[in-house]
């Protein structure tokens, strides 16, 4: 999906968009698979092995491994690669002064 391609899909572009708490956050459907896992953990704990693994099989791990491998490692590769080119279009360019370069480096952090 992202390896080898000039962006990822899931991450965007554009570094004011960037989520400024995870590097990549997860997606909407990521929360439901979660609650299942903690559902099952639960059921576990008092006994219910069967129900457990049963919940456990509904998870989409496949989705899951799928989203972490081709976007959730790639998203650091990402957002690292397009700020070191802003930079370096910026320091071309010239910054006016330090705060111009300071306010810069604060919103792509």
Not at 27 to 54: C, M, R, T
Not at 70 to 83: L, N
Request: hydrophobic share 40%; glycine share 6%; net charge neutral.
């Amino acid at each position: 999906m992202c390896r080898g391609k000039k962006s990822c899909s899931e991450l965007g572009v554009i570094p004011g968009d960037w989520s400024k708490e995870a590097p990549l956050p997860p997606p909407e459907w990521f929360k439901h698979e979660l609650l299942i896992f903690n559902d099952a953990v639960y059921e576990a704990s008092i006994g219910n092995l069967n129900h457990s693994i049963q919940l456990l099989q509904k998870i989409k791990s496949n989705a899951i491994r799928e989203w972490y491998v081709e976007h959730g490692q790639m998203s650091g590769f990402f957002r690292d690669k397009i700020a070191l080119v802003r930079l370096i279009k910026l320091i071309n360019n010239g910054f006016k002064n330090q705060e111009e370069l300071l306010m810069w480096v604060m919103s792509v952090t």
